[in-house]
């Protein structure tokens, strides 16, 4: 069972929490010429470490925010978890 | 290599069961094969075997970090179907299916292949009704379907919640009497041994920890046993590829992901096929030895690490018991974990790649097993002929950028979703 800390709420059971996926995935900026590769790697290709990786959880059985975790692939250990706006 | 037979059997029990032959040789590496692959799973073996039976490429080697059979071919749940409605998927593993059902003849070896028939169990009208249009699909394109009322499944599968009160009553299923299992030990250490024999060099305890890449073409691979020169380097290493890709500089629709399967404590004959459950993630089959062999969703984040988390398993289990209630009773035995190569379209990758003479075998998501050997066959050729078989052909690396993408659940590329 991972205990996943919530910024917002505090430590609670991973069943409380639903995966957003990798969080270093970047949508090209709106209005901006994107070309097609650029589009493709945005919507499938994945850097998929082996380590220490940034994604998305939401506290959906809980206050229903979305933040941000660095955890590790290996060990499911978390380092830390933070709100969308701040440097994780 | 001797070939095993009743007589042989007799002639070894006067000898204590002593003087078998070993059924592979643990050879050290040579400075150069013609091929290597790396990974020694179900595919890698296979794609090994047919290169020496189809191509007459014998000069080859297969690099396993562990030993063989250690991997995935090793922790899934047997399953072997075909049921898809596309057509790519469908005539890919069809087959498979083929392949399967006189392999233990081909091998000398019995994977105990058992067509036992899967049947996919339907909750609502819309549900059934979706499962009728996969079954035509899958009768136009010349593989068994057939579509069970819910007094037909009641038959099969008795013990199932049949009440009126039940939360997700069974209206009906969908069967591929084909479908069925067969012993996933066996069909690694059968291909193992026929390779073998044939002159494949099986290096077990071997990493491979870089790859010598001269103007765009590969010439060799870096070992934890030294290096060795190549020309063709194929890569079938399922949860590993990401790994192995970094070493190329290659990046792929690939994330890695754990999926669970657990085994109850043995009990007597209950269940003839195999069931899914259709409104939730749970599917299960009984094996030779009685244990239910139960599976379901990924654990649902990435993940690198061969063993899972508790409430996944708890959760596949409440689904478990939603449609067979008595299996409350069963004592859980053990549980365990692999690293799913999830592709972002749920189909895998058999491919050339931009590097020459690298190929990639791929994201094979929830179902590598029962592909075995058509993998195995197609990669094959498509080493050997430096071009895709046309049944691999649909399954190219630039289909994430032509659009082709082969999306049979219609997840979209978020594979945790399932």
Known sequence: MLEIKCPYCGKRSQNEFAYGGDATVKRPNLGEEVSTKDWDDFVYYRDNPRGKHTEYWHHVSGCRQWFKASRDTATHEIFNTSSLEEEI | ?418
Request: charged share 20%; glycine share 12%.
């Open chain 2, 1 to 418: 290599m001797q070939n095993y037979s009743i007589f042989s059997l007799v002639k070894n029990a006067f000898s204590n069961h002593q003087d078998w032959e070993v059924a592979w040789k643990d050879p050290e590496p040579k400075k150069e094969y013609d091929v290597i692959i790396i990974g020694g799973g179900g595919h890698g073996l296979a794609t090994a075997y047919y290169l020496a039976k189809e191509h007459g490429i014998t000069n080859v080697a297969i690099l396993e970090k562990g030993w063989i059979g250690g991997g995935n071919v090793g922790r899934n749940t047997t399953i072997l179907r075909s049921n898809y409605m596309f057509d790519a998927n469908a005539h890919f593993y069809e087959l498979g299916m083929k392949m399967w059902e006189d392999l233990s003849q081909e091998l000398n070896y019995n994977v105990m292949y058992s067509p036992r028939g899967i049947i996919n169990l339907a909750h609502t009208d819309g549900q059934l009704n979706a499962y009728a249009r996969r079954g035509n699909s899958m009768r136009l394109n010349g593989i068994d379907a057939i579509l069970l009322n819910r007094e037909e499944v009641k038959k099969m599968i008795p013990f199932a919640d049949f009440s009126d009160t039940c939360r997700f009553p069974i209206v009906g299923a969908l069967m591929q009497p084909r479908g069925g299992t067969a012993r996933h030990d066996a069909v690694a250490w059968g291909y193992a041994r026929q390779a073998d024999s044939m002159g494949v060099d099986i290096i077990q305890n071997c990493e491979v920890t870089g790859f010598d890449v001269e103007n765009g073409k590969i010439s060799g691979v870096r070992t934890s046993r030294g290096e060795i020169k190549t020309k063709k380097v194929g890569l079938c290493v399922a949860g590993s590829t990401t790994l192995l890709a970094d070493k190329l500089n290659m990046r792929l629709p690939i994330e890695a992901h754990v999926l669970q399967a657990c085994v109850s404590e043995p009990v007597k004959p209950l269940l003839h096929n195999v069931v899914t459950f259709g409104a939730g993630h749970f599917y299960c089959s009984q094996s030779d030895k009685g244990e239910m062999v139960m599976g379901g969703d990924l654990d649902g984040y990435n993940s690198y690490a061969q063993r899972g988390n508790l409430p996944m398993i708890q959760h596949v289990l409440s689904g478990g018991l939603a449609v067979f209630p008595n299996f409350s009773r069963l004592k859980m035995l053990r549980s365990w974990g692999g690293i799913m190569d999830m592709s972002m379209d749920g189909t895998p990758i058999i491919d050339k790649t931009h590097i020459d003479g690298v190929y990639l075998n791929c994201g094979w998501c929830y179902g590598g097993f029962k592909a075995t050997p058509s993998s195995g066959f197609v990669f094959a050729h498509t080493i050997a002929k430096d071009e895709p078989h046309e049944l691999n052909q649909p399954f190219n690396l630039d289909r994430f950028h032509t659009g082709n993408i082969i999306d049979e659940k219609g997840v979209g590329p978020k594979p945790w979703i399932g």
